[in-house]
């Protein structure tokens, strides 16, 4: 919603003042559908050709984040600890039950009780590994921990191209508009013949590509480019969380002491309130009892 707020008031703003300073809109509405054509054109051309067709499907899959914002709320942080926390608790009382989760976590029924978690592979992916992997005495912390955060980086590294590929549409963007400025000019240098009212009109035409190159890239794209970065971000603290507590749980720290160490390491807005979590582990321990 925030998104759409910006939008709107870029627009509002930029040419409600101009046209509160006299502006007029007839020259800029019709030079605007060619010099769109040229600087957008081109723009989505440089895109597809530094991009493959993966690239591109992700790059316009997560323009969406600019409205929707980061994908994990606090409840979700809540979840994944009840979630862990339950996991660490059969893991070393009951190590073969353990496995028959971890082993199909589409089918499990401790899994299935936090279906937005469920439905996300990579989470699944990081703590069935991990937990798998100590199960076959790779339990070594601070390796784990090193293959772990190698491992976040690469999808982060992955998650990124969205907004690097945005970025580089955004800074190529006020070039474009000058090729788009000049070509405006060699049209009105095609009509130097003409009265100064018919050469205003051309001029004013041609500065219009100028204007539209700077005016996308840095109220648009480059803005969305920096709210798709920081989506990603916020959303790598819930896979950064999973590494906390496992790595916790190779130390032989108590279930509720992994917990707490992910608990602290939880971003502040979305850090699950100590009393809460706390009786929602009591209900877990209730239910396995």
């Not at 600890?81 to 082993?103: M, T």
């Not at 980086?153 to 998650?159: E, F, V």
């Not at 549409?169 to 000049?182: Q, S, Y």
């Not at 971003?267 to 209900?283: G, I, V, Y």
Request: glycine share 10%; with cysteine; net charge negative.
């Amino acid at each position: 919603m925030i998104g759409l707020v910006g939008i709107v008031l870029i627009f509002a703003m930029v040419f409600g003042g101009y046209l509160a300073a006299g502006g007029k809109m007839a020259i800029i509405l019709k030079s605007l559908p060619f010099e769109l054509m040229m600087i957008g054109g081109a723009a989505v051309g440089a895109f597809l050709i530094g991009n493959d067709i993966g690239g591109v499907k992700h790059t316009l899959k997560d323009i969406g984040k600019v409205f929707k914002g980061p994908k994990w709320k606090p409840e979700d942080y809540k979840d994944l600890l009840c979630l862990l926390f339950a996991l660490i608790r059969i893991a070393r009382q009951n190590p073969v039950e353990v496995e028959q989760h971890i082993e199909d976590p589409d089918g499990s029924a401790l899994f299935s009780k936090y279906p937005r978690i469920q439905q996300d592979r990579e989470a699944i992916a990081l703590i069935c590994d991990t937990l798998r992997s100590a199960s076959m005495n790779y339990d070594d912390p601070h390796q784990v921990e090193e293959v772990l955060e190698k491992r976040m980086d690469a999808n982060l590294h992955h998650a990124m191209h969205s907004s690097h590929a945005l970025q580089t549409m955004a800074d190529g963007l006020p070039a474009l508009g000058i090729v788009a400025a000049v070509l405006g000019v060699i049209k009105t240098m095609g009509s130097i013949d003409q009265p100064p009212e018919v050469l205003g009109r051309l001029i004013g035409g041609a500065l219009v590509g100028t204007f539209l190159g700077v005016f996308l890239a840095y109220g648009l794209v480059g803005p969305f480019a920096a709210k798709v970065k920081a989506v990603v971000e916020e959303d790598s603290h819930f896979y950064q969380l999973i590494r906390e507590v496992l790595v916790a749980n190779l130390h032989n720290h108590a279930a509720a002491i992994c917990i707490e160490v992910g608990r602290q390491n939880t971003p502040s807005h979305c850090r699950p309130d100590f009393t809460d979590l706390e009786e929602a582990l009591k209900s877990i321990k209730q239910d396995a009892a």
